[in-house]
């Protein structure tokens, strides 16, 4: 079955590292977004795709960025991880602008 | 303001009640909307899509209403299960949610 997975699952890193956030999908999705979640935020987009080579900023993009190499990855990096970074990180695609999106089941990230 | 705005909750309804959501949205251009239910930070999954006036799917009826800007979410005969937290979503772009209304349905 198609599907779309995120790695790690869960990680703890220092301030200041470079982390990267995998992920990976197999419906060849043309859309791929990567979604924040925060207590009392919701989900707030990081960064977007709408094909290979494609990457678009969301509303909070500062400090995290996104390439499209391929149609099945969108890895998420944050340059310089920051204690305000500390969230659950989650990726989805979807096939056409409009529809529904799927998600993958999350990275809980902590920065210490 | 914000795109999509939903009551926090939580709505706390005995089993078998009916509950209403609803949720408004500030594009007067967006065509495509969604409910989506989450599971104690789990990842978001689908539970309707709302595309034109409404759609109904069992006990679960989505109404879109194009005049007020609002879209709701009718759940009928309320289950334990049903206890989750209820994403609105605007499609557009890239999907828009509003910060979830949390149910939590009491025996």
């Known amino acids: 079955d198609a599907e779309i997975t995120q790695s790690p699952r869960h990680k703890i890193t220092e301030t200041g590292r470079q982390v990267t956030l995998a992920c990976h999908q197999t419906?060849?999705?043309?859309?791929m977004f990567w979604y924040r979640q925060d207590l009392g935020h919701g989900l707030r987009l990081i960064h977007y795709s709408y094909g290979v080579h494609d990457t678009n900023k969301g509303e909070v993009s500062d400090g995290y960025s996104v390439s499209r190499s391929n149609t099945e990855d969108l890895p998420l990096t944050l340059e310089s991880a920051a204690s305000s970074q500390t969230s659950v990180y989650f990726c989805a695609s979807s096939g056409q602008s409009n529809t529904e999106a799927f998600f993958g089941q999350g990275t809980r990230l902590t920065v210490v | 303001r914000k795109e999509v705005e939903q009551d926090p909750g939580p709505f706390n309804v005995p089993e078998g009640a009916t509950v209403a959501f609803n949720c408004t949205y500030s594009n007067s251009a967006s065509q495509s909307f969604f409910w989506y239910r989450q599971d104690c930070r789990k990842e978001p999954k689908l539970l309707m899509s709302?595309?034109?006036s409404g759609n109904e799917d069992g006990r679960f009826t989505a109404q879109l209403n194009r005049a007020s800007q609002y879209i709701s979410l009718l759940i009928r005969d309320s289950k334990l299960s049903d206890s989750a937290t209820y994403l609105c979503?605007?499609?557009?772009?890239?999907?828009?949610f509003g910060s979830g209304t949390r149910l939590q349905v009491q025996p």
């Open positions: 709302v595309y034109s």
């Open positions: 419906w060849n999705h043309n859309n």
């Open positions: 979503v605007e499609g557009r772009r890239a999907l828009t």
